[in-house]
Every structure is written in structure tokens, then in C-alpha cells.
């Protein structure tokens, strides 16, 4: 049933219906799940839930879009506090467009001069619109709905104003000639008695709505027993909010610690179903693409390194800082600059000293006499899906790891042509690589794959070096964590490089592209290694 629709029938209902106040989209769900039927959007609470007071401070735009999430949040009718129509006749036909468009079921306008000032304050003060303005602009609203059923209620604030009975009266029949679909009649006395006292003397079809905030003890038989088929609880909501909200910032602060409050509020799970993010992670699955899974990425690090002396003489070499950072931060950095957020390292050596935030750590105890295959097994659980690799002495530029990301190959590694050059001024071994044809570095060439790679290769016929980076599809994973579960059979896990670890899934028959780079990359394996990532850094 329409919201619209679901309104009218609350107002002509033999039985009283009550209205609860919302001021958000988080109070307007709370309002509903409470078993209420209807809201009522004040305009005290939504100005006071922004921070301004009930005067027209906030614009009408502005409530609008409050209207809207509150709309949006719940299946019952919302009926909007209007205040005067912000304005004349056009404001109010806009209005009455603006709140169809947004789902709300209907909108009260008060016979009050533009700006308004809430009718508990000075009321007596606040002139009252003429009788034939505020009939026109109840005429403009009916005028302007497209939906039959959206209802505009009148409210007259001639007790407010302490004009009496006979003025209310004589307010509330020119309303209901104009069109109004209920009229509200407001009172700010201690007791119900001026209500009862319309109530008696109104005798026409047109529903009655009250808003018993000043008159609390009146009970829902004797409102009934009336006449009224609308009762506002116009604020509760958000002085409830107010109550828990100040005592429980006093208890915090007095307390120094979250601990005192745990037990009397919500836990951040009821947040998330509130939000719907239930619906929304089924929705997920329906509508994001197989791309959008999670890619891993696994850091070896397990080793001290050798010829850096005393700086790596309480920490493994990835903790060897460059230009303010350590190089594992400066990794965790670069991929998290690629999107890249679930990451883990494998530690050994002083693994107590690698203890950076928000990464999850494997530890390969047996670091002093096991290769790096032994390290990528003891991080075995974080082997699922697709999945970066990366040494833990390694920096890189960012298109380097842009580019392998674009891969969807299997199995991917990086390899620099330019090996030679580097490998000659340091003098030490390296992964060297033989592809299918050498890399021309004006482009960037793809599928090209891995014929051998290893570190006894004749250097004559290398193509390159691998340098240390790879990436395997969520197939590609699960091959490879095959291969580590079959050298551990074989009790040779151990003893095993990743180079050797990509020879045999070749051996299998399994293809692996090469994402050729010339340069770009270091290798922090020396001393001189580590003044060169100085330079490195700053030419990034």
C-alpha cells in the first residue's frame, strides 16, 4: 500500500492511531521497528538534530534531504512538520512536489507568519496568518498533488496565540472548507482541558489531530472516547537521544575509559544491521565482478641479511630504515597506494621487532637453514585467491606493480632487462631468467612466458632477472600451494628457492608470462644497497 494511502486510512480509522517523532533516518527506522505505524517529521528535532534553533533556521532544502534518508529508511508514512510553508502559496506548492517526489506522505502547515518561532516560546507574541491566506495556501498544496491520497493537514495555533475558543473554532471550519484533509489543533496548557473543549463543539467529519506534548497524562481511551484519530508524540524521540547521550558522555568522561560504557550501549554490529549492510553484501555478490575479490599479498622477510654489521644486529633487513621509514612500511605502502590492503609477512630472524600495524604475520622459525619456499609456506592460510609476492628487500616503482596487477595470466613475474648493469657493479648472484624473446624497453611487450629461470644459468643467453615480485590468479594459488604441499612430501621443502619453485610448476607443464621492466627497482642486499635507496627514494 502507498505511504500516502497508508496516512489517509490512519486518519479515518475507527481506532486512535499515535505518530512518532523521527528526526533522521537512523530515529525514523528505530520508530518503525518499534511497531509505530506512522512518523512524524518535527521540525523542532530535525533543527535541533542540526544544530540550529526551531525558527526557519535551517532552509527548506535542508529539511528535504533529512526527509528524504528518513523516507528512504522505512515502509510507513512520514508526515511532515511544515511549519508555515516556508513561505507563501508557491513555497508551499513546491513543497507539496518536492515532498511526493521523496515517498513523504503528507505535510502540516501551521497558520503562523513566516519565519516561525516554536509555539512554546512567546507564543502570545506570534501574529496569526488572516483566515484567507492561509486558505489559499492549504487551496495552492491540494492544487498542486498529483497523489490523491498525499494529505495536508492544517494546524491552527489560535490557543498558541491565546485568541480562544471561538477563534480555533472558526480557524479550524474555514481549513476543512479549504480542503484540509485533518485539522490539528495545538495547546500549550498544562492540562487537556482547551482540546476537550474543541472537541466538543467540532462535530464535522474532517479527522482531528493533537499533540499532547504539554498535556502528557492524557490517556489514549479518553482521546478516543472524543473524537481524535491522530495523536503526535512530537519530540520524544530526540530528548530520549539528548538524555542518553549527555549522561552517557558524562560517565565516559569521568571514567577515562571506554569499559564503563560497553554494557549500556549497542554493540557496532546492530549499527551494520540497522544500515542494511546484510543487504547490502548479498547485493555484492549479484553485482560486483569476479575482479572485485580481495588480492593478497605475502612479504618474505625472514632473514637477517648478511654484511650490514650492526644495523641489522636487532632486526631482520627489512626493518632497515630508508629516508624515515623501514623498508616493510615503505612496501606496505606501495600497495596500499595500489588498493592493495590485506597483506602479511613472514617474519624470522628478531621477529619481535617486526610489529607494524594492520598486517598479519606468519613466523618461519627454522629461517637460519630453510629457503624461501619453507617462508611462503608458513603463510599457507593467507594462500587463497589471487595473491601477491613480493621479497622483503625490494623497492619499486608504482607501474611496475600497476602493470602486473593487469595481468591475467596464471603465474606472472617481473623481470628487469637491464640485470647485467646491476648485477656487475654489486657482484652477486641472481635469479636469471631465459623467456621466449629478449625485452625491447621503447614498449611494453605482453604475453611473453618463462622458458627457464634459475640462478646457474649461462648469463650469455639470460634475458634478465626476476626480481623478486610475482603474481598468481586464484588457479595460478592453487597450483602453487600444490607445489609446496609436494616438496614437503618429498622432504624437500626445505631446501628449495622460489626459483626452483616456478621451474617445477614449469615442468608441469604450466605457463608463466614475463611483465618485463628495465630498471626501476632495487634490491637492498649490500650496504652500498642501502645508499643507493636513498637516491632511489628521492627520484620516485
Not at 407 to 433: G, Q, Y
Not at 450 to 475: C, M, T, V, Y
Not at 478 to 487: F, S
Request: charged share 25%; aromatic share 8%.
Amino acid at each position: 500500500m502507498k505511504k500516502t494511502t497508508q496516512l489517509k486510512n490512519l486518519l479515518h480509522a475507527k481506532e486512535l492511531a499515535v505518530m512518532m517523532e523521527a528526526h533522521n533516518g537512523l530515529t525514523a527506522k528505530l520508530v518503525e521497528e518499534a511497531g509505530f505505524t506512522s512518523v512524524w517529521g518535527s521540525g523542532l528535532s530535525i533543527s535541533a538534530a542540526l544544530g540550529v534553533r526551531d525558527n526557519n533556521e535551517a532552509s527548506w532544502t535542508q529539511v528535504l534531504e533529512v526527509l528524504e534518508f528518513m523516507s528512504d529508511a522505512t515502509t510507513i508514512p512520514i508526515l511532515l512538520d511544515g511549519d508555515t510553508g516556508y513561505g507563501n502559496f508557491n513555497n508551499v506548492q513546491r513543497l507539496v512536489a518536492k515532498l511526493e517526489q521523496r515517498g513523504v506522505a503528507g505535510v502540516c502547515l501551521e497558520d503562523k507568519l513566516f519565519p516561525k518561532t516554536n509555539s512554546f516560546i512567546g507564543g502570545e507574541q506570534q501574529p496569526l496568518a488572516s483566515i484567507e491566506e492561509f486558505k489559499m495556501k492549504i487551496k495552492a498544496g491540494k492544487d498542486m498533488q498529483l497523489d490523491p491520497d498525499f494529505v495536508i493537514v492544517a494546524r491552527t495555533e489560535a490557543f498558541i496565540a491565546g485568541w480562544g475558543l471561538e477563534e480555533a473554532l472558526r480557524r479550524a471550519h474555514a481549513y476543512a472548507d479549504a480542503g484540509a484533509d485533518a485539522i490539528l489543533i495545538h495547546s500549550k496548557a498544562k492540562g487537556p482541558e482547551e482540546i476537550f473543549a474543541f472537541l466538543e463543539q467540532w462535530k464535522r467529519a474532517t479527522p482531528i489531530v493533537v499533540v499532547p506534548t504539554m498535556y502528557p497524562q492524557v490517556t489514549f481511551p479518553e482521546l478516543e472516547k472524543r473524537g481524535v484519530a491522530l495523536a503526535i508524540w512530537a519530540n520524544q524521540t530526540c530528548r530520549t537521544v539528548v538524555t542518553a547521550v549527555q549522561q552517557n558522555l558524562r560517565t565516559l568522561r569521568e571514567s577515562g575509559t571506554l569499559l564503563s560504557l560497553e554494557d549500556k550501549i549497542v554493540p557496532v554490529k546492530e549499527l551494520f544491521r540497522l544500515q542494511g549492510m546484510s543487504d547490502l553484501k548479498e547485493k555484492e555478490k549479484l553485482y560486483l565482478p569476479p575482479t572485485g575479490e580481495t588480492t593478497n599479498v605475502i612479504i618474505l622477510g625472514a632473514t637477517q641479511g648478511k654484511g650490514f654489521g650492526k644495523m641489522t644486529e636487532n632486526r631482520p633487513k627489512m626493518m632497515i630504515p630508508i629516508s624515515g621509514k623501514v623498508i616493510l612500511a615503505k612496501l606496505v605502502a606501495a600497495f596500499n597506494d595500489c588498493g592493495l590492503k590485506s597483506i602479511a609477512a613472514v617474519r624470522g630472524y628478531k621477529k619481535e621487532a617486526v610489529n607494524l600495524p594492520n598486517i598479519k604475520y606468519f613466523d618461519n622459525d627454522n629461517y637460519e637453514t630453510s629457503e624461501e619456499a619453507r617462508s611462503l609456506y608458513a603463510a599457507k592460510d593467507f594462500l587463497q585467491g589471487r595473491v601477491i609476492f613480493s621479497f622483503g628487500d625490494i623497492l619499486f616503482e608504482k607501474y611496475i606493480l600497476l602493470n602486473l596487477l593487469d595481468s591475467r595470466s596464471d603465474f606472472t613475474i617481473v623481470v628487469d632487462s637491464a640485470w647485467a648493469k646491476n648485477t656487475e657493479k654489486h657482484n652477486r648472484t641472481t635469479d636469471l631468467v631465459i623467456a621466449e624473446r629478449e625485452h625491447t624497453p621503447e614498449y611494453r611487450e605482453e604475453g611473453i612466458n618463462l622458458q627457464s629461470i634459475g640462478n646457474d644459468l649461462d648469463r650469455k643467453q639470460a634475458h634478465g632477472e626476476w626480481i623478486g615480485l610475482a603474481l598468481f590468479s586464484p588457479k595460478g594459488t592453487a597450483i602453487l600451494l600444490e607445489t609446496l604441499e609436494e616438496l614437503k612430501s618429498a622432504g624437500t621443502l626445505d631446501h628449495t628457492s622460489m626459483s626452483a619453485v616456478f621451474a617445477r610448476i614449469l615442468g608441469k607443464g604450466h605457463t608463466i608470462s614475463v611483465e618485463y621492466v628495465h630498471g626501476h627497482w632495487l634490491d637492498i642486499d649490500t650496504l652500498d644497497d642501502v645508499s643507493d635507496a636513498y637516491i632511489f627514494e628521492e627520484r620516485k
